[in-house]
Each structure stands twice: as C-alpha cells, then as structure tokens.
C-alpha cells in the first residue's frame, strides 16, 4: 500500500517540480547571495501575484480543452476602465476599484466563449483575434494615453502587509495583500476544480468532448463558465497589476502571455486538455518567477529571458505529452488485465 502510494507520489507533476524548485533554490543561492533572503522571497510572492492569477484562468481553460491568448487584452481593458471611472469621478475606494474590473473581464471572457462555440473555430485563432479586437480598440478610443493621478486609497492598499517579519538586520519586510488575493484566487479555483460539478464537467470535456455531450452536458455552460472565469481573473489581475505599477498603461500588459502559458503547461496542464491541477500550476508559476529572478540577479541580458522561457515551454510541453502516452499505456495494460 505504502509502494503504490509513493509510486504515486513520484509520478506526480508536483513532485518532479518541487524538486526542480528546491535545486533551482540551491544553485541561486550559491551564485547570488541576494536571492536566498526574505526581502526578495515576498518581491517575488508579490510581483507575481498578477500573472499567478492568470495563470489559475488558463488553467481552467487548458483542462477544457481549449486555450485562451487574449487575457492579457481582456485585463488591461478591465482595468483602463477601472482608472478611467475611478479618476474621472473621483471615486477614493479601493472597494469600487476592486469591483469595477470584474465584471468588464467576466463579459469579454463570455464573449469569446459565445464566438468559440458558435463559430467551432479552432480557440486559438478566436482569442488571437479578440485579442487584436479588444488591445485595438482600447488604443484607438483612449489614444494610449497613460492614467497618472489615481486616489490615495489606491495607494494605500498596494502598501498593506499582512504579516510582518523582521530579518536580522532589523528591516521589516512582509506579505502582502496581493499576494493574499493570488492565495485566494489559488484556494477558488481548487474548489471549483475538486468540489464543484462544474469543476468535474470541465474535466470531462477536456478528456472526451465526444463522451460529455454524449453524456448530456450542456457543452456551451460548460464553455460560458470556463471563459468567463478566464475573464474575471483576468479582470483581478488588472486591479493587483495596477497595484504593482500605480499607473495605468495600455500597453504594459500585452505581450506577456507567454509566461502565464509557460507556467501552466510546466505545471502539469495538458495543452489536449483533460489534466492539470491549481497546486501544480502554482509550481509552474514559481519556477518561471526564479527563474526570471535568477537570470536579473545575475545580470544576464533580458533578451535572453524570453529564450529560456520559451526553452521552459517546449520542454514542459514535451514531458506533458511524454506523461499522456504514458498513462495511455497503463490504461491499455489494465484493460487487457
């Protein structure tokens, strides 16, 4: 019994990633002195709360089946709108900044899952071109004019620690709140995923879509739900990424969506759908901010950051594929048992 429960646990996706995360650790911290320290472990938990949330979202999609690339759109609008209603009428409550975003991003995400359906257009294709819809639309109307002046509030609340340590040389470093609202995000979609029936559907459809319609799942609820929730983390993520920078920048987002597809294909989420967990995409999401952190403290060149995190998607992609024929090849075996 101890035997299967540990072959389990080696096979695992989150295993082989946590062991790559404790080595990655170890070599850091022989070559860089600054990596190994509280001050950068809570940067790194908060300057990547925001594409950790993505990521939760493109899971979700990823296990469906499909893929979304258009998040990044769908975030910064959500959010220029947010800084253009929140500037333009004053509005000094982080609540309503908080709030404001969601529902614009949870709208666009239900827009693509109604176009993907009704068109039965590849989702790639769909969401590339949304996202040239959406990112086009905003620069033309706003004029890519940056948001400067927001309230104080806005501020305040990018400040908040919600633990607070002291290290050795007496500087107090602490967790902050955004990196609360990636574990809450983390902690909805693990529900979701293991509780809800809609979690469980999710995974039907990105297994068999053949057998879950045959099964008499409403196919486009299913999707609705999926692409909509992409959107409403994607809305979350324009609020903590407006946090992170206090400015609102049309274009500071687009072109990062290949960290967040990195992340949660290294985190075990199969690109034909069907497989993927929170825990292991939040590895995911670990690993390529350490390794991001590693290369800047350094000092490699940035050009090259984009090299390795590509080189971290193929490969990732490749061991998701490896890992699929293999447990196609058990089930074959069991069968014939």
Do not use: C
């Not at 070599?27 to 509280?38: G, I, K």
Request: hydrophobic share 55%; proline share 2%.
């Amino acid at each position: 019994m101890q035997a299967v429960l540990r072959e389990r646990i080696v096979r695992r996706t989150e295993s082989y990633l946590l062991g790559v995360l404790v080595l990655l650790s170890l070599l850091l911290s022989a070559l860089s002195p600054a990596f190994l320290t509280l001050e950068n472990a809570f940067d790194i938990l908060r300057n990547y709360a925001f594409l950790g949330i993505l990521a939760l979202g493109e899971l979700v999609v990823l296990i469906s089946g499909g893929i979304d690339v258009s998040f990044m759109a769908v975030a910064t609008v959500a959010q220029y709108v947010m800084a253009v209603v929140i500037t333009r009428y004053a509005i000094d409550s982080v609540l309503v900044a908080f709030l404001l975003p969601l529902p614009v991003g949870t709208a666009l995400g239900a827009l693509n899952a109604v176009l993907i359906h009704y068109t039965q257009v590849h989702p790639v294709i769909i969401t590339i071109a949304t996202l040239s819809v959406y990112y086009g639309i905003l620069v033309f109307v706003t004029g890519g004019t940056w948001i400067y002046n927001l309230p104080a509030s806005f501020f305040e609340f990018s400040q908040l620690k919600v633990v607070r340590v002291v290290d050795d040389a007496g500087i107090a470093h602490g967790l902050s709140v955004l990196t609360v609202l990636w574990i809450l995000a983390i902690a909805l979609t693990w529900f979701i995923l293991n509780y809800l029936p809609i979690g469980r559907k999710v995974y039907a459809l990105g297994g068999n879509p053949e057998a879950a319609r045959r099964a008499g799942f409403n196919i486009f609820s299913i999707r609705l739900f999926v692409y909509s929730y992409m959107g409403f983390l994607a809305g979350l993520a324009g609020f903590v990424q407006g946090q992170l920078t206090q400015l609102i920048q049309p274009n500071s987002m687009v072109g990062r969506e290949l960290d967040v597809l990195a992340a949660a294909v290294l985190g075990g989420a199969s690109v034909f759908g069907g497989v993927g967990t929170a825990a292991g995409t939040v590895l995911g999401v670990l690993t390529v901010a350490i390794v991001r952190n590693g290369l800047i403290l350094l000092k490699i060149s940035s050009y090259w950051h984009e090299v390795v995190i590509g080189m971290i998607l193929a490969f990732a992609a490749g061991v998701t594929a490896y890992q699929g024929k293999q447990r196609s090849r058990r089930m074959v075996r069991i069968d014939v048992r």
